[in-house]
Protein backbone atom coordinates (compact mmCIF):
# COMPACT_ATOMS: atom_id res chain seq x y z
CA UNK A 1 0.00 0.00 0.00
CA UNK A 2 2.76 2.22 0.68
CA UNK A 3 4.30 2.07 -2.39
CA UNK A 4 0.92 2.91 -4.51
CA UNK A 5 -0.42 5.12 -2.17
CA UNK A 6 0.70 8.38 -0.04
CA UNK A 7 -0.66 8.03 3.61
CA UNK A 8 -1.68 10.65 6.10
CA UNK A 9 -2.85 10.70 9.65
CA UNK A 10 -3.72 13.50 12.25
CA UNK A 11 -2.99 14.05 15.46
CA UNK A 12 -4.97 12.25 16.67
CA UNK A 13 -3.95 8.89 15.65
CA UNK A 14 -0.52 9.60 17.40
CA UNK A 15 -2.56 10.46 20.58
CA UNK A 16 -5.06 7.28 19.77
CA UNK A 17 -1.29 5.26 19.21
CA UNK A 18 0.12 6.33 22.62
CA UNK A 19 -2.92 6.12 24.86
CA UNK A 20 -3.76 2.63 23.80
CA UNK A 21 -0.69 1.44 24.10
CA UNK A 22 -0.06 2.44 27.92
CA UNK A 23 -3.80 1.60 28.60
CA UNK A 24 -4.29 -1.57 26.74
CA UNK A 25 -1.03 -3.10 26.32
CA UNK A 26 1.26 -1.37 29.00
CA UNK A 27 4.05 -0.21 26.84
CA UNK A 28 6.04 2.54 27.87
CA UNK A 29 5.48 6.10 26.32
CA UNK A 30 8.72 6.43 25.28
CA UNK A 31 9.00 3.03 23.53
CA UNK A 32 5.78 4.28 22.22
CA UNK A 33 6.97 7.44 21.00
CA UNK A 34 10.24 5.98 19.72
CA UNK A 35 8.14 3.61 17.37
CA UNK A 36 6.21 6.20 16.09
CA UNK A 37 9.71 8.95 15.24
CA UNK A 38 11.58 5.94 13.64
CA UNK A 39 8.56 3.96 11.98
CA UNK A 40 5.56 5.72 11.83
CA UNK A 41 6.61 9.60 11.01
CA UNK A 42 9.18 8.69 8.34
CA UNK A 43 6.21 7.24 5.99
CA UNK A 44 3.22 9.65 6.49
CA UNK A 45 2.20 12.94 6.64
CA UNK A 46 0.59 14.54 9.34
CA UNK A 47 -2.62 16.73 8.55
CA UNK A 48 -3.48 19.50 10.85
CA UNK A 49 -6.28 20.03 12.67
CA UNK A 50 -7.83 23.06 12.73
CA UNK A 51 -10.94 25.24 13.62
CA UNK A 52 -12.18 24.67 10.07
CA UNK A 53 -12.21 20.96 10.93
CA UNK A 54 -13.21 21.23 14.24
CA UNK A 55 -16.38 22.96 12.60
CA UNK A 56 -16.65 20.72 10.34
CA UNK A 57 -16.62 17.62 12.81
CA UNK A 58 -19.60 19.77 14.87
CA UNK A 59 -21.29 19.10 11.43
CA UNK A 60 -20.58 15.89 10.91
CA UNK A 61 -21.80 14.98 14.95
CA UNK A 62 -25.01 16.49 14.40
CA UNK A 63 -25.71 14.75 11.05
CA UNK A 64 -24.33 11.53 12.03
CA UNK A 65 -24.37 10.68 15.38
CA UNK A 66 -20.50 9.95 15.42
CA UNK A 67 -18.05 10.04 17.85
CA UNK A 68 -16.17 12.92 18.09
CA UNK A 69 -12.72 11.36 17.34
CA UNK A 70 -13.89 9.94 14.34
CA UNK A 71 -16.01 12.96 13.49
CA UNK A 72 -12.77 14.85 13.72
CA UNK A 73 -10.89 11.70 11.59
CA UNK A 74 -13.41 12.40 9.24
CA UNK A 75 -13.33 16.27 8.71
CA UNK A 76 -9.96 16.19 8.70
CA UNK A 77 -9.87 13.80 6.10
CA UNK A 78 -12.81 15.67 3.94
CA UNK A 79 -10.59 18.65 3.99
CA UNK A 80 -7.65 17.21 3.13
CA UNK A 81 -9.24 16.28 -0.35
CA UNK A 82 -8.79 12.66 1.02
CA UNK A 83 -11.37 10.47 0.00
CA UNK A 84 -10.39 7.02 1.27
CA UNK A 85 -9.83 5.70 4.85
CA UNK A 86 -8.03 2.86 6.38
CA UNK A 87 -10.47 1.49 9.11
CA UNK A 88 -11.94 -0.96 10.81
CA UNK A 89 -14.92 1.43 11.88
CA UNK A 90 -17.72 1.20 10.16
CA UNK A 91 -18.89 4.72 11.47
CA UNK A 92 -17.30 6.27 8.51
CA UNK A 93 -19.43 4.22 6.15
CA UNK A 94 -21.92 7.00 7.10
CA UNK A 95 -20.44 9.67 5.20
CA UNK A 96 -20.98 9.01 1.33
CA UNK A 97 -17.78 11.04 0.61
CA UNK A 98 -15.38 8.66 2.18
CA UNK A 99 -14.53 5.02 1.35
CA UNK A 100 -13.48 2.85 3.78
CA UNK A 101 -10.68 0.13 2.62
CA UNK A 102 -10.39 -2.20 5.85
CA UNK A 103 -13.99 -2.92 7.13
Do not use: Q, W
Amino acid sequence: MLSENKVYIDVLVLNELLYISKKKHNVPYDVSIEFIESIVLPYVEILPLRTEEFREASGIIKSFSMRPSDALHAAVILRSDISRIVSEDIEFDKIKELESLDN
